[in-house]
């Protein structure tokens, strides 16, 4: 149940320095604990309270959900870590498919980088773009199932729109650096083989983010809750077990043009404008499947709003929800604990580097470039 910090929650523990001691700083933390759950309890109840009223206001969103046959669900998940060093930082990228519980694709981008800038994003572009890449070639690799995809189509935009800003920055000077080299090569071909087309326009597709901040519809619906609640803590709270609210467009068509670091790469300006068509044919919806989980935000493509194709998405979502300690589809869930994994084979990768190197260095050598340049805190 997602609660928003807000500024009630504010509270401020002087500390004399005559009582400072290392137990001060959380000590000052816990103060807070009164204040925090007087906010809450106050969202609280502002939310049980209104509920009739609430639900009332929403009658028009809100339908049973219709049934359908069940699919095969393939989840499709990526992550990037990092090992920083004092001259160099390790670095990983990765994105697997899991179709029910069974991993069935998986790729993988292990660099050493230099010193870079705004680093994360730039890996979290690359990720995105893994994950769409994958997803592209498990859709043409099957012609039935359902495909998930582990975050927002928003998110996946901004993302990969943040990598393009960036990459057409570096390649002004008319020569990229080296270090682009790998990832030029995957974002060439992303667009060459136009596989971000092919996923918005396949009818098999669904995005299902786990945290989303979204709130569109508390601020037009119940704007006497925005700062407080999500849309999704709205939907969860209003809607029965076996209801969903009707789709709502994703992307509002008083938007801008929606990626603008597209000049430096090949084929996506001609790409563009079917990426943001493609985008302005997505809708939102929330559904909760039963009385004791929450609404679930699912983005889908228009082809899938309809009774007898959303009936399938929705069945299918339901019988994914197998274990009841884990809240999302098991091949989400599994997809998520594989990639969890990629972090910590990187630091073992990083330390393997380091023992290797040090038979011809030195120690004092090998720590002086590859770290760790601070102390390992576990």
Known sequence: MPLVYDRSMHTHVPIEPAHLSPAALPAAVLEAITACADACRDTLTRLEGDRERLRAALARRIARAPDGPMRRLCAVDGTN?????????????????????????????????????????????????????LLAKRVRATSSG??????????????????????????RGGELP???TPFRELIERFFAEQDWPLILNCRRVVAHPKQVSAANDVAQLAPHLAGSVTDRMLWTTVLEPGEYALPASLIKQD???????????????????????????????????????????????????????????????????QVSAVQEPLPQFLADAICRQAGRALEATAEGARTTLQNQFGLTLVQRYLGPYRTPRR
């Open 178 to 180: 080296a270090w682009w």
């Open 81 to 133: 870590a990092t090992v920083p060093a004092a001259g160099a930082t390790f670095a990983v990228v990765a994105a697997v498919a899991v179709e029910e519980a069974v991993l069935t694709d998986q790729e993988v981008l292990v660099r050493l980088m230099p010193p870079v800038e705004e680093l994360e994003s730039i890996l979290g572009g690359i990720r995105t773009l893994m994950e769409l890449r």
């Open 255 to 321: 938007r801008p043009h929606l990626l603008t670091g597209s000049r430096a790469v090949p084929g996506l300006a001609e790409q563009r404008t079917a990426i943001e068509h493609g985008y302005g044919q997505l809708y939102v919806t929330y559904y909760r499947p039963d009385a004791t989980g929450p609404a679930y935000r699912l983005e889908l493509p228009a082809a899938l709003i309809a009774r007898e194709p959303l009936g399938a998405v929705l069945a299918t979502f339901r019988g994914a929800l």
């Open 146 to 171: 359902l495909f998930l995809l582990d975050g927002s189509f928003t998110a996946a935009l901004l993302d990969v729109n943040r990598l393009l800003v960036r990459y057409t920055q570096d390649a």
